[in-house]
């Protein structure tokens, strides 16, 4: 099977030049005339010292920002009424996140010791939570939406 021959890429031009000048070589830096080049540094989100034990976890879900530096939220008609739309999410809101977020973790780790340590009780736990899921599936949206609109306001497309 005959693969494409792919193009080479041109390289970058090099920093350092030589030359000979009088019979010696002369290294020139290509670079010094103009501004020097600093790779994009990754800085950490900024948490301030008050944000609580959740904001890392906030930080690391909600990347994107708005102009104001607010963090922002999508979200899905699967599971908002008024979605799709994009939320700046206020200080309030992303406290009420990272409440959610830790609680989620803490719950899970504890279904899963608690899985390790006696497996035999999982199976009616899932099967309850399933058939109260399928229950609140029509009522869940609207208060999923009531939820969302209370974290923050709804941005213009």
Request: proline residues 10%.
């Amino acid at each position: 099977m005959a693969r494409a021959a792919r193009q080479m890429s041109k390289p970058p031009p090099p920093r350092y030049k030589i030359v000979e000048r009088d019979g010696r070589l002369l290294t020139i830096d290509t670079w010094a005339d103009q501004p020097s080049i600093v790779p994009g540094r990754h800085r950490a989100d900024p948490i301030a010292a008050g944000d609580g034990i959740g904001a890392p976890l906030v930080a690391a879900l909600f990347r994107v920002r708005d102009a104001q530096g607010r963090r922002l939220l999508t979200t899905s008609p699967n599971w908002d009424r008024k979605g799709p739309r994009v939320i700046a999410l206020s200080p309030k809101g992303e406290r009420r996140i990272a409440a959610l977020g830790l609680l989620s973790i803490g719950l899970m780790l504890v279904v899963v010791l608690a899985a390790l340590i006696d497996p035999d009780w999982l199976l009616p736990v899932v099967v309850v939570a399933v058939v109260l899921a399928g229950a609140m599936s029509s009522s869940r949206t609207s208060w999923v939406t009531r939820w969302l609109d209370s974290l923050g306001a709804e941005t213009p497309p």
